[in-house]
């Protein structure tokens, strides 16, 4: 295995047809290829902008292992997202019917009988509150692609720097973060060969820290 803790601003995987755009996969090809090494083999992503734990495997046999693994939701998967309000209880269960559409790369929250329809869940807690917006600890049930970000939104609280699924007067946070705030803290997972549990942990990045912090200085008294 390689587990890496992602910056904001790159790929976990190149995207098709954009092989010019910087991504992880490519950076550990680059280190690897010195060494004779095969091409690394992603087992889940992360988006562009979010940062946090990325688990990639040396081998297509635990590869498969892993990635079976992650489709019986057994992994867990941490989270901490800076929204928009303050949910109405201080914890709960976010669950949404989910359809991709491939035209515009966005996910569309619809009736689950909708033909695609896909159910994403994913539990929360608030840890702390601000002036307008909530520090939450997420973990993800499902991991569908833009999960978080999308569930967010349609509940209400957009993430902090969203520029896709901000909702309702969401453009009024344009200016107060750059990214999403959203960061992978840890992440917990059977490894694929000694069977043990294998578990990683990733620091908030330095501009979640900041926001944090800024956002603890307004709602001081």
């Given at each position: 295995l390689i587990v890496l803790n992602k910056p904001a601003g790159i790929l976990?995987?190149?995207?098709?047809?954009?092989?010019?755009e910087p991504s992880l996969a490519d950076r550990i090809e680059d280190h690897w290829r010195s060494h004779r090494r095969?091409?690394?083999?992603?087992?889940?992503?992360?988006?562009?902008?979010?940062?946090?734990?990325?688990?990639?495997?040396h081998t297509p046999a635990a590869w498969r292992e892993l990635k079976a693994c992650f489709a019986r939701r057994e992994p867990t998967r941490r989270y901490l997202a800076v929204a928009l309000?303050?949910?109405?209880?201080?914890?709960?269960?976010?669950?949404?019917?989910?359809?991709?559409?491939?035209a515009r790369r966005v996910?569309?929250?619809?009736?689950?009988?909708?033909?695609?329809?896909?159910?994403?869940?994913?539990?929360?807690?608030?840890?702390e509150t601000f002036d307008g917006a909530s520090l939450?600890?997420?973990?993800?049930?499902?991991?569908?692609?833009?999960?978080?970000?999308?569930?967010?939104?349609?509940?209400?609280?957009?993430?902090?720097?969203?520029?896709?699924y901000t909702g309702k007067g969401g453009m009024k946070l344009a200016g107060a973060f750059r990214r999403q705030a959203l960061h992978a803290s840890s992440l917990t997972f059977r490894h694929p060969v000694s069977g043990r549990d294998a578990a990683f942990e990733a620091p908030v990045p330095g501009d979640f820290a900041h926001l944090l912090q800024r956002l603890r200085s307004i709602a001081a008294p």
């Amino acid at each position: 295995l390689i587990v890496l803790n992602k910056p904001a601003g790159i790929l976990t995987v190149p995207l098709p047809g954009r092989s010019d755009e910087p991504s992880l996969a490519d950076r550990i090809e680059d280190h690897w290829r010195s060494h004779r090494r095969r091409e690394p083999l992603a087992v889940h992503r992360l988006d562009r902008d979010t940062t946090g734990v990325v688990v990639f495997a040396h081998t297509p046999a635990a590869w498969r292992e892993l990635k079976a693994c992650f489709a019986r939701r057994e992994p867990t998967r941490r989270y901490l997202a800076v929204a928009l309000g303050r949910p109405g209880s201080a914890s709960g269960t976010w669950r949404t019917w989910l359809r991709w559409d491939e035209a515009r790369r966005v996910q569309v929250p619809v009736d689950r009988t909708v033909d695609d329809a896909k159910e994403a869940l994913t539990d929360f807690e608030v840890l702390e509150t601000f002036d307008g917006a909530s520090l939450l600890g997420l973990e993800l049930v499902t991991g569908r692609q833009h999960q978080v970000r999308v569930q967010a939104m349609s509940h209400g609280h957009p993430l902090l720097g969203e520029r896709i699924y901000t909702g309702k007067g969401g453009m009024k946070l344009a200016g107060a973060f750059r990214r999403q705030a959203l960061h992978a803290s840890s992440l917990t997972f059977r490894h694929p060969v000694s069977g043990r549990d294998a578990a990683f942990e990733a620091p908030v990045p330095g501009d979640f820290a900041h926001l944090l912090q800024r956002l603890r200085s307004i709602a001081a008294p």
